[in-house]
C-alpha cells in the first residue's frame, strides 16, 4: 500500500488502472493539503509531531503547486502520461488491494469474498475478471471463426453457474460455495475438480495421470464404461463410470463396479493386485476385463487379492442378439423352402418301410438299401 501523499499522486492519473482512496475537491485547491505534500516530496524537511511550530513552518516552507505535484508524479510514475485539465478526485474508502490471490478472483456478487474460477479459466492480472484457457472471458466463447464472442447459455431466474459452469439453484453463496448446516456459505467439495485434476482416496483432488483413451470425454473423476464397450476418446456422450483407481493403497486395485454404478458413497473394496503371469489378456473388440476379489482370513483379519477374469461387452451381447434377430428370419425361410424334400424323403421312407415289411412276411428275408439282405429265423 501507498501512503496518504503519494496516493493523492496517484489520484491525478485519471483514467488509469490505479484504484485508490481519493479526496474530493479541485486539484488546483492542492494548497489546501501542505502536509501531505511536504510527506510526499522528496527534499522536504520532515514534520515533528512534538513540535507544533516546527510542523507549520515545515509545512508551509513544502507546500507544492500544481505543477510541481504534476512534475513529482511524473517522476515516481515515468510511464504514465499526466494530462493536464481540471481532474477532479473523490475520496473512496473500500479496500484498494484486492485479497484475492492464486486462483481467485472477487466474488461479482460479494465484494468482500473470493471465489475461484470455473474449470477451464484463470484469473487476470487484477483478479477481478476470469479468462478462459482458450483466452476467452469466462462468460464468452470461440465462435466458428475462433473469435470470443458472448456465451448466450445463461442460467434461469433463481440459478446461478457453479464452478464447474453448470445452473444450479442460487443459494446466495459463490460459485464454489454452498450452504453448510449452519446456514452459512461453506467450500463446496463435492464439486469436480478443476480440469487435468481428479480426486483421491481422501478426496482431495490431485493430478490425473488416468490414461486419455479410458477416460475418453468423461467428466473429471470418470472413466468410460468398460462393460459398454465399443467406445473411446472420440466418442460423444460416452457411458462412463465412476474412476476408483486411484482410491487403493499402493500395490492394490480396486474391485471393478457393475455397469452404470455411479454411486460417489460406495466403499471401494481393495485388493492385492494379481501377479503378472496371473494377469488375463481379453479381447478388446468383444471383451472386457473384470476385477473380482478372493478373500482370506488370517487370524482375524480378512485379506483380499484381486483376481481378473474376461466379460462379453454389452455391445458384443447386444449385437449377436441382433445377429440372430436377422438370421432367424432366413433360417425360417430356408426351413420353409426345404419342406416339400423333406416330406418327399420321409414319404419314400415310409413307402419303403410298407415294401419292406411285406417282403419279410412273404419270404423271411430283410433288404435295406446301402446294408445288403439277410435271412429271418422261420
Not at 477481478?128 to 470461440?142: H, T, Y
Amino acid at each position: 500500500m501507498v501512503d496518504g501523499a503519494k496516493m493523492l499522486s496517484l489520484l491525478l492519473l485519471a483514467g488509469s488502472s490505479f484504484a485508490a482512496p481519493s479526496m474530493s475537491g479541485d486539484l488546483s485547491s492542492l494548497s489546501e493539503y501542505p502536509s501531505a505534500f511536504s510527506l510526499f516530496r522528496r527534499d522536504a524537511p520532515k514534520t515533528n509531531n512534538n513540535n507544533n511550530n516546527n510542523n507549520n513552518n515545515n509545512n508551509n516552507k513544502a507546500s507544492l503547486t500544481y505543477a510541481q505535484v504534476k512534475a513529482e508524479v511524473q517522476k515516481e510514475f515515468p510511464k504514465f502520461k499526466v494530462q493536464d485539465g481540471d481532474l477532479k478526485i473523490k475520496w473512496n474508502l473500500s479496500p484498494t488491494c484486492t485479497k484475492c490471490t492464486g486462483k481467485q478472483i472477487v466474488d461479482e456478487k460479494n465484494k468482500d469474498k473470493c471465489r475461484d474460477c470455473r474449470t477451464g479459466s484463470k484469473p487476470n492480472a487484477e483478479h477481478d475478471k476470469c479468462i478462459r484457457d482458450d483466452g476467452c472471458a469466462e462468460d464468452e466463447k470461440k465462435d466458428t471463426t475462433g473469435k470470443c464472442v458472448k456465451d448466450t447459455v445463461t442460467c434461469k431466474t433463481g440459478e446461478k453457474k457453479n464452478a464447474k459452469g453448470d445452473c444450479v439453484k442460487d443459494d446466495g453463496c459463490a460459485a464454489d460455495e454452498k450452504k453448510g448446516t449452519d446456514g452459512k456459505c461453506v467450500k463446496d467439495n463435492d464439486q469436480a475438480c478443476k480440469t487435468g485434476e481428479k480426486k483421491d482416496a481422501s478426496g482431495n483432488c490431485v493430478k490425473d495421470t488416468t490414461d486419455p483413451k479410458k477416460k475418453g470425454k468423461c467428466p473429471d473423476g470418470s472413466i468410460l464404461d468398460a462393460a459398454e464397450g465399443g467406445q473411446d476418446e472420440l466418442t460423444e456422450n460416452p457411458k462412463c463410470i465412476i474412476d476408483d483407481s486411484g482410491k487403493c493403497p499402493a500395490g492394490q486395485v480396486a474391485e471393478t463396479r457393475d455397469s452404470g454404478d455411479n454411486d460417489k458413497n460406495k466403499k471401494v473394496k481393495c485388493g492385492k493386485a494379481p501377479e503378472d503371469k496371473d494377469k488375463k489378456t481379453c479381447n478388446e473388440k468383444t471383451q472386457y476385463k473384470v476385477i473380482s476379489m478372493a478373500s482370506q482370513f488370517i487370524g482375524d483379519l480378512e485379506v483380499f487379492e484381486a483376481v481378473e477374469s474376461c466379460k462379453p461387452t454389452n455391445k458384443y451381447k447386444q449385437n449377436k442378439l441382433k445377429k440372430m434377430d436377422t438370421i432367424k428370419p432366413k433360417m425360417k425361410k430356408k426351413w420353409d423352402d426345404e419342406k416339400p424334400k423333406r416330406e418327399e424323403k420321409k414319404k419314400k421312407f415310409e413307402d419303403w418301410k410298407k415294401a419292406e415289411e411285406e417282403r419279410k412276411r412273404k419270404t423271411g428275408s430283410v433288404v435295406h438299401p446301402g446294408r445288403g439282405s439277410w435271412t429271418t429265423a422261420p
